[in-house]
Nanobody, 127 residues
Framework: QVQLVESGGGLVQAGGSMRLSCVVSGRTRFDTMGWFRQAPQKDHEFVTAISRSDGSTLYANSVKGRFTISRDNAENTVYLQMNSLKPEDSATYYC?????????????????????WGKGTLVIVAS
C-alpha cells in the first residue's frame, strides 16, 4: 500500500525556518515528488518539485531563494527546507507523488499531475 507521510509542521515566528519531511512507502514507479500548499479558503498552490532520479528541481516564484527541496533516496524521504518564513507562507503543506509529471520543463506542476498525496502538515507563521 502506497503511503506518503508529511511531518515537521508547526508554529514558527516570521523570519524563522522550518524543515518538512515526506516519507514515501510502498512499491511505485513514480519519479517526481512535489510540495503543494493550501491556505484556508484558497486553492492548492504549487510550491516545488524534484526528480528522484536526477535531482532536478522546480520552484514557484513565490518561494525561490527561500525554500529548498531535496531528497534522500536511500531513506525514501523528500525534504522542504523553508527559510525566511513569512505570514503568507502559512498553509497546510502537502507532499505529492507523480508517475508522469516532469520538473524538466518550465511549467509548474498542477494538482492533476499528482497521483498520490499525503494528508498534509500545518505550518503557521506568526508575526
Amino acid at each position: 500500500q502506497v503511503q506518503l507521510v508529511e511531518s515537521g509542521g508547526g508554529l514558527v515566528q516570521a523570519g524563522g525556518s522550518m524543515r518538512l519531511s515526506c516519507v514515501v512507502s510502498g512499491r511505485t514507479r513514480f519519479d517526481t515528488m512535489g510540495w503543494f500548499r493550501q491556505a484556508p479558503q484558497k486553492d492548492h498552490e504549487f510550491v516545488t518539485a524534484i526528480s528522484r532520479s536526477d535531482g532536478s528541481t522546480l520552484y514557484a516564484n513565490s518561494v525561490k531563494g527561500r525554500f529548498t527541496i531535496s531528497r534522500d533516496n536511500a531513506e525514501n524521504t523528500v525534504y522542504l527546507q523553508m527559510n525566511s518564513l513569512k505570514p503568507e507562507d502559512s498553509a497546510t503543506y502537502y507532499c505529492g507523488a507523480s508517475l508522469r509529471a516532469s520538473v524538466h520543463s518550465d511549467y509548474p506542476l498542477t494538482v492533476g499531475d499528482m497521483d498520490r498525496w499525503g494528508k498534509g502538515t500545518l505550518v503557521i507563521v506568526a508575526s
